[in-house]
């Protein structure tokens, strides 16, 4: 079956760095999405990673290692506007979207 | 970015009637769009995939006689929610790909719309 694993709750201090990681098993691979989510609102677009490696975009990086089926996205100096759930999300080889659960990040000042 | 409009955010009905959410694409065509439900601290979960012009596709669980969907073009899908229940209840979201992203194209997201079945 497809499967999509992040950690549930993480907690961060403003102005720290957080990893927030995501291992997939899924079939076929068309590329990683992250998405951010304040509770009430739908997500919002943060990144897409369809090759190794790195792509940083202001605070966030993401990274991506296809041999492995891992990613992780990378959040640095927090605010606490940082404080949602972020979602990661794959798609498989039929272009379809499989979401994990969300990891809860919670910024403490 | 492109805009998806979801409408409306927020509804309030009562056991029995039929609700009616609508998604555009305010400033691009959307060959495929989506419609997702979440429960609360919970992850998306696709309820249907819908292509302009044909029929819907649902998830294995997703009753269509009961969640219908249309998408009379390339910039609208509305989604039905039949003799409602308060099981219902729950936030609804839609999303679009856009014609011109094609396979790999970032998906667009809509407001969500949360519904109350009294």
């Known amino acids: 079956g497809q499967n999509i694993d992040q950690p549930t709750e993480m907690t961060a201090t403003e102005g720290a760095i957080v990893q927030i990681n995501c291992t997939y098993q899924t079939s076929g691979f068309n590329g990683l999405f992250w998405y951010q989510q304040h509770a009430g609102e739908a997500p919002t677009f943060l990144s897409y990673n369809v090759l190794d490696g790195l792509e940083e975009k202001g605070r966030f990086s993401s990274f991506l290692s296809r041999s492995k089926g891992y990613s992780y996205l990378l959040l640095k100096e927090l605010q606490m506007k940082d404080s949602a759930s972020y979602l990661c999300a794959v798609m498989d080889s039929n272009y379809q979207l499989i979401w994990g659960a969300g990891t809860k990040l919670i910024i403490k000042p | 970015g492109a805009v998806v409009s979801q409408h409306p955010s927020r509804v309030i009905c009562k056991s029995g009637t039929s609700v009616k959410i609508e998604c555009r694409s305010l400033d691009f065509q959307a060959t495929t769009m989506f419609w997702y439900r979440q429960f609360p601290k919970q992850s998306l979960m696709l309820m249907a995939t819908s292509n302009e012009g044909s029929k819907a596709t649902y998830e294995q669980g997703v009753e269509k006689d009961k969640f219908l969907i249309n998408h009379a073009s390339l910039t609208l899908s509305t989604l039905t929610v039949t003799s409602a229940h308060p099981e219902d209840s729950s936030f609804y979201i839609c999303?679009?790909?856009?014609?011109?992203?094609?396979?790999?194209?970032?998906?667009?997201f809509g407001e969500g719309s949360r519904l109350t079945v009294l």
């Open positions: 999303s679009a790909r856009a014609l011109a992203g094609g396979e790999t194209g970032e998906l667009f």
